[in-house]
């Protein structure tokens, strides 16, 4: 996204002059979603100066910052105490742009997901498969995500969008880099990966032009 990531943290672009983060933030409110934690690196006190304690949104925001980038599951890791779940809890990629995201159905899916004797230890929401990620990431078949090509399974694109167990992450050791594909593909393989596909409005915001494209799309 340079250069305009060169000054501005990527989440902090705008569409219509509202940040990604404020789109997400916005949908969270509305579902009733009250405790919020962002995990930052790059320029992140930019983000803090711009969204404050969150009470702008109805929100209680805490920050995880990274000293250095620790990658998706290791921001993760380091973010849990603050976030002190239960069980599963929310992560929404912050750059990503999903803008009639219904966050109450993913809140209905933690519950289902408590109740299930399996324990699942993910639910992610994938979408069909990108111009710029053609081949897709993961096999979905009956609410069942997998690696592996089966009949009637459908390669899509993992969203950034997820529902997360925190002992998926148990193993990782706090303040340490960690990707998160690695410990999905490890549940997976022990089928604890759920997932449904989602066809509303879904764009990974990675380059400039797709930027101006999705500011010309909403104006």
């Known amino acids: 996204m340079r250069p305009l990531t060169d000054h501005l943290p ?22 009733g979603i009250q405790k919020v934690v962002i995990n930052h690196a790059w320029l992140g006190e930019k983000i803090e100066e711009s969204l404050g304690d969150g009470h702008q949104f109805g929100l209680s925001i805490q920050y995880s910052p990274e000293g250095t980038a620790l990658e998706t599951a290791g921001g993760i890791r380091k973010a849990l105490p603050l976030l002190c779940p239960d069980d599963y809890f929310l992560v929404i990629n912050g750059d990503v742009f999903s803008p009639d995201l219904n966050v109450n159905v993913l809140i209905g899916e933690a519950s289902k997901l408590r109740n299930n004797p399996a324990k699942p230890l ?10 710029q990620h053609p081949n897709g990431d993961f096999y979905l078949k009956d609410s069942i995500i ?32 960690a990707k998160l594909a690695p410990l999905l ?35």
């Open 10 to 31: 990527k989440p902090l672009l705008t569409i219509q002059n509202k940040s990604l983060l404020a789109w997400h933030l916005e949908s969270l409110a509305k579902s």
């Open 122 to 131: 993910a639910h992610l929401l994938m979408v069909p498969n990108p111009v």
């Open 146 to 177: 997998s690696t592996h090509a089966s009949v009637g399974a459908k390669k899509l694109t993992f969203s950034g969008i997820g529902i997360y167990h925190k002992d998926l992450f148990k193993g990782l050791e706090v303040g340490a880099p």
């Open 185 to 219: 593909i490890k549940a997976m393989e022990q089928n604890k990966v759920s997932g449904e596909k989602y066809t509303g409005p879904w764009h990974d915001v990675g380059t400039p032009q797709r930027l101006q494209e999705l500011n010309a799309a909403y104006e």
